[in-house]
């Protein structure tokens, strides 16, 4: 059996502070409940120049008909926008073109405080409840040869975390305004994944921080980083090895990583596999993953933790599942959605009875019902990016994530 053993990692004494990128703030204001349609070029088009202070006749029939289209135009698209009002407004971000957001976490005590993440080494940051973002860069980051993927970040009060790929773990004691790093050994097996959170282990007053990497290690910290210890007594693939003749469908075809991995309040975990053939959960105390036969014929996309402490289950092709009763099941009941075709990617609770999904080409659903029914939200649907992640600060604070930049904030 495969041992994970405690690691002891050393800060480095020249940590890096994080500064502002630019002092330039990018703002965009939106209207509340507005359409997500753009809105029509012809409005902000300059009319033909005038010569010598007149104009002709011919000119003044073209400036006539440019008139009446740019007001067809406008019109048309007003009463389009009359069926597709959103709960959602889009933010524009001061980024390139083709970053993808993968994560957003706010201060606690601070909710108008956060910071966005994503690949190409993105890292933004809002003091205005996510209206507006600015840039901001970490030197020990930026002198390396290395672009990284922020994969994740977490805080509890003004402690705060970012991991990333390659291997990197940024660290802040103040609420994000000073980012230091902390050097990682060698011997840690398996890249860090999106599951780095926080949960309190044992007992309250046993603060500790942890982290999950691809192959299914999981580290805790009860001081700031400076050590780590295993939570689990063997890797997933030892785990496997164990139990594949127990009736694990696709455990002998396990790569050795995770695709997706999710946890609950709790301190629950669910895990799928690479392939997405079958899944593993892990609780607090446990000394390995358990695997988990998939219920249904599709691979599995990814899977996560209800507001009711149960199970939702996406496939690859768009459909979803929910888990029959609460807690950790193999037990799930398809749900019909209109996802026009394309996958569901994620799926993000505001409270017990209302959720929203999201996923490829704009596809966005709502559910009041605790998932029992979900409308599509039809206004995402002329955002051209897939969406690949639902987030809920609170009831009244949300976002969604996707590729080339694109974030919409919830309205409430």
């Known amino acids: 059996m495969a041992s994970l053993q405690q690691l002891t990692l050393t800060h480095s004494s020249s940590s890096s502070i994080a500064t502002h990128l630019s002092p330039k703030i990018y703002s965009y204001p939106h209207l509340r409940r507005r359409s997500l349609l753009p809105s029509a070029s012809a409005a902000r088009d300059s009319p033909p ?8 006749r011919r000119e003044l029939i073209g400036l006539h008909a440019a008139a009446a289209i740019s007001l067809s135009t406008l019109g048309s698209k007003a009463l389009a926008g009359e069926d597709v009002l959103s709960e959602w407004e889009r933010v524009y971000l001061p980024i390139d073109p083709g970053v993808v957001l993968l994560d ?13 993440l994503g690949t190409r080494q993105t890292l933004l940051e809002t003091k205005d409840g996510g209206s507006t973002w600015a840039p901001r860069t970490i030197p020990s980051a930026e002198d390396e040869d290395f672009n990284y993927r922020f994969n994740s970040i977490s805080f509890k009060g003004k402690e705060g975390w970012i991991i990333g790929k390659p291997a990197i773990l940024l660290y802040t004691a103040d609420a994000g305004d000073n980012w230091k790093r902390i050097p990682l050994s060698s011997q840690l097996p398996g890249d860090m994944v999106l599951s780095f959170i926080f949960f309190f282990l044992f007992s309250i007053e046993i603060r500790c921080r942890k982290w999950v990497t691809d192959q299914g290690a999981i580290y805790v910290t009860s001081n700031a980083g400076y050590n780590w210890k295993a939570a689990i007594q063997e890797t997933v693939s030892a785990t496997l090895n164990r ?30 596999s690479s392939r997405g053939n079958f899944y593993l959960t892990w609780e607090p105390g446990q000394a390995y993953w358990q695997p988990h036969n998939r219920a249904v014929a599709r691979r599995i996309q990814n899977m996560g933790w209800r507001a009711d402490g149960g199970l939702w289950l996406l496939v690859r092709g768009g459909g979803l599942y929910l888990s029959k009763g609460t807690g950790i099941s193999e037990e799930f009941e398809e749900i019909p959605v209109q996802s026009r075709g394309f996958g569901i990617l994620d799926v993000g609770y505001r409270s017990q009875a209302e959720a929203w999904a999201a996923g490829g080409s704009g596809i966005l659903l709502k559910t009041t019902n605790s998932g029992k029914t979900w409308a599509r939200d039809k206004a995402a649907d002329n955002i051209a990016a897939n969406l690949y992640a639902v987030k809920f600060v609170n009831d009244r604070q949300g976002f969604v994530l996707g590729n080339d930049g694109v974030l919409l904030k919830y309205l409430g």
């Open 243 to 272: 139990t594949v003749s127990s009736g694990i469908s696709g455990a002998s075809y396990y790569t050795g990583t995770f695709s997706n991995v999710n946890r609950s309040p709790e301190g629950n975990y669910v895990a799928v």
């Open 104 to 116: 957003i976490a706010f201060v606690p005590d601070d909710p108008s405080h956060g910071f966005l």
């Open 49 to 56: 120049p005038l010569h010598e202070g007149t104009i002709g």
